[in-house]
């Protein structure tokens, strides 16, 4: 059974530092991984979606990795800024493209 | 992009009354529909998965008497929370997979249910 681990659970950062979120899952055999946002209250954002082909995606000041054969994906932000303040989720697809399991996220506050 | 769009976005009802959420695509053809709930400070954590024609999937856990998943067409799938009870309050989100957008999965943007 997949399972998705995020570490750290929580993080908080002054504004303008780069830091990394770290996502990890016990099944190798995936179809994709996709990393969100989620703010207080509110649906889910899709910020990068990393097939199981691809090493990585950029978008602006984001950067993600997969690397499959460890079971890791990471998600790069640079130059954080408050407004980058939510919870980031880490979703794995299972290689059938039949189900996403969510890892249990990492709330983000970037300090002023 | 493919759109999916779930009604209401927030619910407040009173114990022991049944509650509908419904879950549509606006754009595509959802073969398959997800159905997710998030207690606070909770990650996702899937409920059950549905085929347009078919029975819900549910995952283990989850009892499917309680939680009415219809996927009776291709655009719209409805879970119904039955004999609601304040600990089914939680923030409940669906996701869909259809023809013609390969794999994508989208997800609709969730739909607040509070039991008083």
């Known amino acids: 059974k997949q399972e998705v681990t995020q570490i750290p659970a929580a993080l908080s950062v002054p504004e303008g530092e780069n830091l990394v979120l770290n996502c990890s899952f016990t099944d190798s055999a995936i179809y994709n991984l996709q990393w969100f946002r989620q703010d207080p209250g509110k649906g889910l954002t899709s910020l990068l979606l990393?097939?199981?082909?691809?090493r990585e995606q950029t978008s602006g000041r984001l950067n993600a990795s997969l690397d499959k054969s460890s079971g890791r994906s990471t998600l790069y932000i640079a130059a954080s800024q408050p407004g980058d303040s939510a919870t980031y989720l880490c979703?794995?697809?299972?290689?059938?493209?039949?189900?996403?399991?969510f890892g249990s996220g990492t709330r983000l506050s970037i300090r002023p | 992009g493919a759109v999916v769009s779930q009604h209401p976005s927030w619910v407040i009802c009173k114990s022991g009354t049944s509650v509908k959420i419904e879950c549509r695509s606006l754009d595509f053809q959802a073969t398959t529909m997800f159905w997710y709930r998030q207690f606070p400070k909770q990650s996702l954590m899937l409920m059950a998965t549905s085929n347009e024609g078919s029975k819900a999937t549910y995952e283990q856990g989850v009892e499917k008497d309680k939680f009415l998943i219809n996927h009776a067409s291709l655009t719209l799938s409805t879970l119904t929370v039955t004999s609601a009870h304040p600990e089914d309050s939680s923030f409940y989100i669906c996701?869909?997979?259809?023809?013609?957008?390969?794999?994508?999965?989208?997800f609709g943007e969730g739909s607040w249910l509070t039991v008083v």
């Open positions: 996701s869909a997979r259809g023809t013609g957008i390969g794999n994508t999965i989208y």
């Open positions: 990393i097939q199981s082909s691809q």
């Open positions: 979703a794995v697809t299972d290689s059938s493209a039949s189900k996403i399991i």
